[in-house]
């Protein structure tokens, strides 16, 4: 006899202006899903009564209005409607009053630091930011990476060595709803161009038959590694080992004049040489 009452009412009504829409979404109970066929949209202008926007089916939860005008105040409800024909009660209302959207932000770039990546823009007056990143040019489905919208041109976040990713950035303005706007242009992020500080402060100790090279460790947290040269009897430098640490034991003997050089190993390339250091048999 469950199927005979009227439906549950929907919950957690939302409404946000977005790319020429005012989207509201809602949410339902999961265990009543299977009683409902869906949902009617209505909606109130100013003080006049409300009308029917449309239908849309139970596991849809969203509904996106394309008529409306900016300034105006609008007042959204959702009636559910049962297997059984059966309508509810009026959902709880929400009042929406789109604004003008803000223009895209401009001119983001990045800067790589040591543990981070700061991505920066040209400030949009009076509105506040929300960003978002994916793999794929032009493709953001996601939410935003912010928890919320932000006042500051800037936004940092972690480095990824394993993938380019695209960044792009909405303004947002408030009412009685968010009112974002449109994306900025992409900003792409390849590591392939990631290159680190060269190391420094090379040294060489010998001792009990073995040569030990130490360098300063670089501030990047993203280096993989390093890589050690040597010079050859013919005058080139050629590699001969890669550590994760900023030190190398060479156990070959030292039979001439040589010398070595390091470099920084970054997701792809590496990094310009260190001084080189000499050393006599």
């Known amino acids: 006899m469950k199927t005979f009452e009227k439906p549950a009412p929907v919950t957690q009504m939302a409404a946000i202006h977005r790319d020429g ?73 929400i009042e929406v009053t789109p604004v003008d959207l803000p223009g895209p932000p401009k001119k983001l770039t990045y800067r790589l630091t040591d543990d981070a990546l700061q991505i920066e823009w040209d400030k949009v007056p009076d509105a506040t930011y929300n960003i978002y990143s994916s793999t794929e040019k032009g493709k953001y489905t996601g939410a935003p990476l912010n928890a919320v919208p932000f006042d500051k041109p800037f936004f940092t976040d972690r480095v990824d060595t394993a993938k380019r990713v695209f960044y792009a950035v909405r303004a947002e303005v408030r009412s009685n709803i968010r009112n974002e706007g449109d994306l900025s242009a992409d900003l792409e992020v390849d590591p392939r161009t990631f290159i680190p500080g060269r190391p420094v402060d090379i040294r060489y100790v010998r001792a009990e038959g073995k040569g030990y090279l130490s360098w300063k460790e670089n501030a990047e947290a993203w280096v993989k590694g390093y890589r050690v040269y040597r010079r050859s009897a013919s005058g080139a430098y050629m590699p001969v080992g890669v550590v994760n640490v900023p030190l190398f034991v060479d156990e070959s003997p030292v039979t001439a004049p040589t010398a070595y050089y390091v470099t920084a190993m970054g997701p792809i390339k590496e990094s310009a040489a260190s001084e080189t250091i000499s050393v006599n048999p």
Do not use: C, M
């Open 21 to 93: 829409k005012v989207i509201i979404t809602w949410s339902y109970p999961k265990q009543a899903k299977v009683t409902i066929k869906g949902f009617y949209v209505e909606r109130a202008e100013g003080q006049s009564p409300f009308e029917n926007l449309g239908f849309v089916k139970g596991d849809v939860f969203y509904y996106a209005d394309e008529h409306f005008r900016t300034g105006e105040e609008y007042i959204y409800k959702i009636r559910v409607y049962s297997t059984r024909d059966i309508i509810n009660d009026d959902s709880t209302e």
